[in-house]
């Protein structure tokens, strides 16, 4: 166990139905990073949360949305879901805003879109 | 262009079979080197940081090294349970802290 906890670890959903994925960061950790990994992209960035407040965006679609609550667990919220959204869905957490002693995965939530 | 490249993309051993896999890497200013280890269906799991040219870490049958444009994971005799995917990720300057991940190798080590 990474002390990261990502729900649920499965996920299956038709097309243009929006879903919520949840992450509660290892103890202590202010800072929360969503990655999605397909099998012919990899793992892309997302997005990045430190304290409740957004610091980095990456390819994040516009239908895609996060926040950070004040308890520093996450949601990451997809919209109008495509077949193309079927993926690995990755929340990692750090200690700081640096990343010196890199970053803590959690489970992944797998995406299926039918 | 901040650029971070592994190679080879799948690589296959014996048990014992000793090799190394590559990443190469483009940024200005390197604010360390990351590598993850991910088994199939989960998360990466931290294998190591490195932050300058020359600096080596160990942990049982894996070294990692650093020189300024590429870092290489250098597996011992390695054993079945090594089989995974290998990931390098650097933090590329213009991305504050996030990590860029390397399109990884996958590694096959057969009895």
């Known amino acids: 166990d990474s002390g990261v906890t990502q729900t649920p670890k499965h996920l299956i959903t038709a097309t243009g139905q929006r879903v919520t994925l949840r992450c509660s960061p290892r103890?202590?950790?202010?800072?929360v990073y969503w990655y999605q990994q397909s099998l012919d992209q990899g793992l892309q960035f997302l997005i990045q949360?430190?304290?409740?407040?957004?610091?980095a965006k990456g390819n994040i679609l516009e239908r895609f949305s996060a926040q950070q609550f004040p308890d520093l667990h996450s949601e990451l919220n997809l919209s109008s879901l495509e077949l193309g959204d079927s993926a690995l869905y990755f929340c990692?957490?750090?200690?700081?805003?640096?990343?010196?002693?890199?970053?803590?995965f959690g489970s992944g939530t797998r995406l299926t879109v039918v | 262009e901040d650029q971070v490249t592994q190679s080879p993309e799948a690589l296959r051993l014996q048990e014992g079979e000793s090799s190394s896999l590559n990443c190469s890497y483009t940024?200005?200013?390197?604010?360390?080197l990351f590598w993850y280890r991910q088994d199939p269906g989960k998360g990466p799991e931290f294998l190591f940081t490195?932050?300058?040219a020359g600096e080596e870490k160990e942990k049982e049958r894996l070294k990692a090294t650093l020189t300024k444009k590429e870092s290489f994971l250098h597996i011992t005799a390695p054993k079945p349970e090594d089989s995974a995917t290998y990931l390098c990720?650097?933090?590329?300057?213009?991305?504050?802290?996030?990590?860029?991940f390397g399109g990884g190798t996958r590694l096959m080590v057969k009895p």
């Open positions: 490195l932050y300058s």
């Open positions: 949360y430190y304290n409740g407040e957004e610091r």
């Open positions: 940024v200005s200013g390197l604010r360390g």
């Open positions: 990692a957490s750090s200690d700081n805003k640096g990343i010196n002693y890199g970053y803590t």
């Open positions: 103890s202590g950790d202010l800072s």
């Open positions: 990720a650097v933090p590329f300057n213009n991305a504050g802290n996030m990590l860029t």
